[in-house]
Every structure is written in C-alpha cells, then in structure tokens.
C-alpha cells in the first residue's frame, strides 16, 4: 500500500522527493548567479508561502544581493466588488534596483500579475519573476517568468512551504491530494 499523510481532512500522497527539490533550487540559482553577475539584486520573497524555497534559494546564490519580505493581503473592497490585492511590508526601497520576485506557485497567475503591477509602479530597473512551481495548465494571464523550478500538473500539492488552510509547510517532500 502506497504510504499517504493526513492533513485535516484530506489524505495527500508522496509527488517530489526533497532531493529533486534541492537539485531544482540549484539549478535555478546557479541560472540567476549567472545572470546577475555584476549586477546587486534585490530578492524579494512573497510571504508565507516562498519562506522555505527563498531561504533555500538565497543559500546557493554566491553574487552580492540583498533579501526583503512582503505579504499579500486580500479584503473585499468598500466600494467595488471582488477583492482587492495589496502588497504589504514594502519598507525597502526598488527604486533603480534589479528585482528578484520569489514565489512558491504560480496558478492561475492572477496574484502574479497584480505583484506585478503594484512593483513596476516603484519603478525598479529590472523586474523579474522566480517562482518554484508552476501549473502552466492553470494559466490565465500571460506572464514572462523568467526562471521556474518545476511545472506540475493542475493538481494541489501542500509541503515545501505551501499550505492546505495553513498546514504542511513544514513538510521537507511535496505531496498531492489522493484522487
Ligand atoms: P494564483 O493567483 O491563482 O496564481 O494563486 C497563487 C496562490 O494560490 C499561491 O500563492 C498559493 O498560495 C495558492 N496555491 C495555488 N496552487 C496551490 C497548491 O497546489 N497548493 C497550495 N497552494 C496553492
Ligand atoms: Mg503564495
């Protein structure tokens, strides 16, 4: 019998081991070592999820770069329907800098694109996304990530910093929801 995990209500199977992970993450960084060298990037890591792939990720960078956090809040907004997207935590200036953005998943890419939006507005001197995984089957917006670690087909995974309502970052490998 296939070993399985219980997370609340839901049984999740083995998907990524975290050796292929690790091999990932370098892989993705000696790309940007590469790329920026010369260069002094600004990692800019979206809470919660990018905590355990940036940490893992800025451990294999070997160029002069710096690391700030910010946090995606949503609410409904006041006056118009839907929610509203707003980065919070911003305390460090982009202004000129060569931008980094980290990010555990890219699904439909609607997050994404509004990160996007709100950071081209502090004017950095580059903007680029790197996000661990992907589901390009999932995509509605189309974005240019310039560095992805892995696409994975439009199932839900938890571990590696993402969550099922809050649980499983802790967990080292990636599991998927049983079918
Ligand atoms: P998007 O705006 O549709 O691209 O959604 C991105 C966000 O959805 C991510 O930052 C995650 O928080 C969440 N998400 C998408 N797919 C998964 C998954 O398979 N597991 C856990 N969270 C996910
Ligand atoms: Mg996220």
Redesign the pocket.
């Known amino acids: 019998m296939m070993k399985s995990i219980k997370v609340l209500d839901k049984e999740f199977v083995p998907m990524i081991p975290a050796e292929d992970i690790a091999n990932e993450v370098r892989r993705v960084a000696n790309e940007i070592n590469r790329d920026y060298e010369g260069k002094n990037p600004l990692f800019l890591a979206?809470l919660n999820?990018?905590f355990m792939f940036a940490a893992d990720l800025l451990r294999e960078i070997n160029i002069p770069c710096e690391i700030t956090f910010v946090k995606m809040s949503s609410y409904e907004g006041v006056s118009s329907t839907g929610t509203v997207n707003e980065i919070i935590g911003l305390n460090k200036s982009i202004e000129g800098r060569d931008v980094i953005i980290v990010?555990?998943?890219v699904d439909s890419g609607v997050t994404m694109a509004h990160i996007l939006e709100t950071l081209e507005g502090h004017n950095p001197n580059s903007l680029e996304i790197c996000t661990f995984f992907v589901k390009p089957e999932n995509l509605k917006i189309d974005l240019d990530i310039r560095y992805t670690a892995m696409g994975i087909p439009n199932d839900f995974i938890i571990g590696y910093g993402l969550d099922y309502d809050g649980y499983a970052r802790n967990l080292k490998d990636i599991w998927v929801l049983k079918s």
Request: glycine share 16%; hydrophobic share 35%; aromatic share 0%.
């Open positions: 979206i999820g990018s990010e555990d998943i």
